[in-house]
């Protein structure tokens, strides 16, 4: 099994729970549709949210994919394959919530208050499950290797 330093793990577990907190301002953000929406969360995310899913899927390609690709479990190496086919998709659906978000600040959006709350809700919650599944493979794969305790 391939090791992994620390300090990559833990900028990755800091990357997930940023995603976790963008997921947070973004559930504020639909639950306040239409007119009582954090403008200043508003503002910071229509001009973020693509790119710190970006910056997480390069670290997950560089610390977590490896991990699953050399493992001797298949479906770990598995996971890995569909994990890396949903990052595209990830980072088209991260571009439709910029562009939802800035419409909605500049209050021409051309989707119903309804429309861009359940964009907003099938993304971050998309995204929760993502960043929660990934977390629990790193702690599985700390449990497939005890040699390797950097993992945790």
């Not at 899927?57 to 050399?70: G, K, Q």
């Not at 929660?132 to 945790?152: G, W």
């Amino acid at each position: 099994m391939t090791s992994v330093p620390e300090s990559d793990l833990k900028h990755l577990r800091e990357r997930y729970s940023r995603l976790l907190e963008f997921c947070d301002l973004l559930e504020g953000i639909a639950d306040g549709l239409p007119n009582d929406f954090p403008r200043a969360h508003c503002q910071m995310l229509a001009s973020s949210v693509a790119d710190l899913l970006r910056a997480t899927h390069v670290i997950e390609d560089r610390v977590l994919m490896p991990l699953l690709l050399a493992s001797d479990h298949t479906g770990l190496r598995m996971a890995a394959e569909r994990l890396q086919q949903e990052h595209e998709f990830d980072h088209q659906a991260a571009m439709e919530v910029e562009e939802a978000l800035h419409d909605l600040l500049l209050g021409r959006s051309r989707m119903s208050p309804d429309a861009t709350g359940y964009l907003l809700r099938s993304f971050f919650e998309s995204v929760r499950r993502h960043v929660n599944a990934e977390q629990d493979l790193l702690y599985l794969l700390e449990d497939i290797t005890p040699t390797n305790r950097s993992l945790h």
